[in-house]
Nanobody, 126 residues
Framework: QVQLVESGGGLVQAGGSLRLSCAAS????????MGWFRQAPGKEREFVAG????????YYADSVKGRFTISKDNAENTVYLQMNSLKPEDTAVYYC???????????????????WGKGTLVTVSS
């Protein structure tokens, strides 16, 4: 089991950039697949980006491809989400999530994740 704490959210203008961080506790972190999900006002939580347990593969929702980059620092037990060219429709609470089973990278769904952070709010003004 791990604890996840997100940080880095805030208010930015459209076209700007922001980097989110997810700090994870636990010595098994290096074997967990990690992902970012978001929930916009009035909408359900959706997948944004994911990374395999060894950091060798990344996965993105179509809506953020080419703009967002997920990365991982195993030494610091931290996952990042670099967000560029932000749009007002990116406004949401962003959640970090972890799955103990690092070998099912075909399944990036809310129901597949075991652990969740409390979220960090990203607001993009027009």
């Amino acid at each position: 089991q791990v604890q996840l704490v997100e940080s880095g959210g805030g208010l930015v203008q459209a076209g700007g950039s922001l980097r989110l961080s997810c700090a994870a506790s636990g010595r098994t972190f290096t074997m967990y697949r990690m992902g970012w999900f978001r929930q916009a006002p009035g909408k359900e939580r959706e997948f944004v980006a994911g990374i395999s347990w060894n950091g060798g593969s990344t996965y993105y929702a179509d809506s953020v491809k080419g703009r967002f980059t997920i990365s991982k620092d195993n030494a610091e037990n931290t996952v990042y989400l670099q967000m560029n060219s932000l749009k007002p429709e990116d406004t949401a609470v962003y959640y970090c999530a972890a799955d103990r089973r690092g070998d099912r990278n075909w399944l990036w769904e809310v129901s597949a994740m075991d652990y969740w952070g409390k979220g960090t709010l990203v607001t993009v003004s027009s």
